[in-house]
């Protein structure tokens, strides 16, 4: 296989299995092999994520605990940043299949315990 050829398959796997991926994070890939990459995707070696205290600390109204619409953006915020792209995937699936409403939500930490609970158990 092609050089060209591998970073267009990795290229359609990352948007399947993910949000897509950069041109360095591509470069990133194609170093390792695809079998590799899907397995790192079945199986994140490192699921926690490094950006929450930015949250917390800078955008306290997304933590998910003051609005009904804090997780949804702090969620956002974390698929965008994720090392665990089909998690947050899979995530984002079930959150469509058994979606909450916002007008039926008073707290957000509602939504926040159904996402993590998503995150945890939907792959």
């Known amino acids: 296989m092609t050089g060209t050829e591998n970073r267009r398959l990795l290229a359609h796997l990352m948007r399947r299995a993910g949000f897509g991926a950069t041109s360095s994070e591509l470069d990133e890939l194609s170093k390792i092999s695809y079998e590799k990459v899907v397995d790192t995707l079945l199986d994140p070696p490192d699921r926690s994520w490094m950006g929450a205290h930015l949250i ?28 665990a792209p ?19 939500v008073i707290h957000g930490k509602v939504l926040s315990n159904q996402i993590a609970m998503f995150r945890r158990h939907g792959l």
Do not use: C, D, N
Not at 62 to 78: H, K, N
Not at 86 to 104: D, N, R, S
């Open 56 to 83: 917390r600390r800078f955008h306290h109204e997304q933590s998910g605990m003051m609005s009904a619409f804090g997780p949804s953006e702090y969620w956002l915020y974390q698929m965008v940043t994720t090392k």
């Open 86 to 104: 089909l998690v947050e995937k899979m995530t984002l699936f079930w959150h469509g299949i058994f979606a909450t409403g916002y007008p039926k």
